[in-house]
């Protein structure tokens, strides 16, 4: 399950990033 949280706590901040620059 560790691994399924990694994913997500990426693709948040991934998200959060995208907002920033746009």
Known sequence: MKLTITYYTI????LIIFELIS
């Open 11 to 14: 693709l948040i901040i991934l």
